[in-house]
């Protein structure tokens, strides 16, 4: 008796908790507001990072990104990605002027305050400053799809097969790559006349 009792209370916990989880993975966030820019997102060159051009090194903003958990974020990522060129220079995550986003080498960094500072201030050779030009948020959204393109985000976050022709291995189904930092350039030979 007690333990029929029992069963549909257990089966309601684990519904709850399953709602619970399954929320932010779903929500979808039209309200949220435009966000003002922050002085770490300033821009502060007009074509490549302002912190070597000031000299000074900016600290990654602290913030927690905010969508590495919602899956209506990551795929509105994906389809900034597309929208703001970014697969112009780094092809659909494999490489072309730019390096590939898809792999486990990070030349400064796959964490997901790395990339928004790549992002943002922009990299010295040839990676374009967006700080001032896309808001904020839309920014976390291309980070969180940047992470996802090597598998660093939840499975169930994580775009599936893109409507397109050619749009690639589903990033929901790639393997989760460690990511480490990129090798350091080769040294010039001995002797090399500089
Ligand atoms: C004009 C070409 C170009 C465009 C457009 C471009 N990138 Fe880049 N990106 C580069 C190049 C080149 C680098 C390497 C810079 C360096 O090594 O200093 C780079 C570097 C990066 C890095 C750092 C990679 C690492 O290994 O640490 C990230 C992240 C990145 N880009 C993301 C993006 C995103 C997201 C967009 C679109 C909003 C974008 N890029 C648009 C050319 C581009």
Redesign the pocket.
């Known amino acids: 008796m007690m333990r029929s009792a029992r069963l549909p209370l257990c089966l309601a916990a684990v519904a709850a908790a399953l709602l619970a989880s399954g929320c932010e993975r779903e929500a979808r966030r039209f309200s949220t507001a435009p966000s003002q820019p922050t002085a770490s997102a300033a821009r502060l060159g007009s074509l490549q990072p302002g912190a070597e051009q000031q000299g000074g090194v900016q600290l990654a903003p602290v913030k927690d990104a905010p969508y590495e958990g919602n899956a209506w974020g990551v795929n509105q990522g994906k389809r900034l990605?597309r929208w703001?060129?970014?697969n112009?220079?780094?092809a659909m995550g494999g490489g072309a002027?730019?390096?590939p986003?898809m792999d486990a080498?990070?030349?400064?960094?796959?964490d997901a305050n790395?990339?928004y500072m790549?992002?943002m201030q922009g990299?010295?050779?040839?990676?374009?400053s967006?700080g001032g030009h896309?808001p904020e948020d839309q920014v976390w959204q291309?980070v969180s799809y940047?992470r996802s393109m090597s598998g660093q985000l939840r499975k169930d976050v994580e775009p599936s097969r893109s409507d397109t022709l050619g749009g690639g291995e589903a990033e929901n189904a790639r393997k989760p790559e460690q990511p480490r930092p990129?090798a350091p350039p080769p040294k010039p030979a001995l002797g090399a006349s500089q």
């Not at 080498?105 to 796959?110: I, N, T, V």
């Open positions: 990605f703001y060129n970014c112009g220079c780094h002027i730019g390096p986003l080498e990070w030349k400064y960094g796959g790395s990339i790549s992002i990299r010295p050779e040839g990676m374009p967006f896309i291309i940047v990129a």
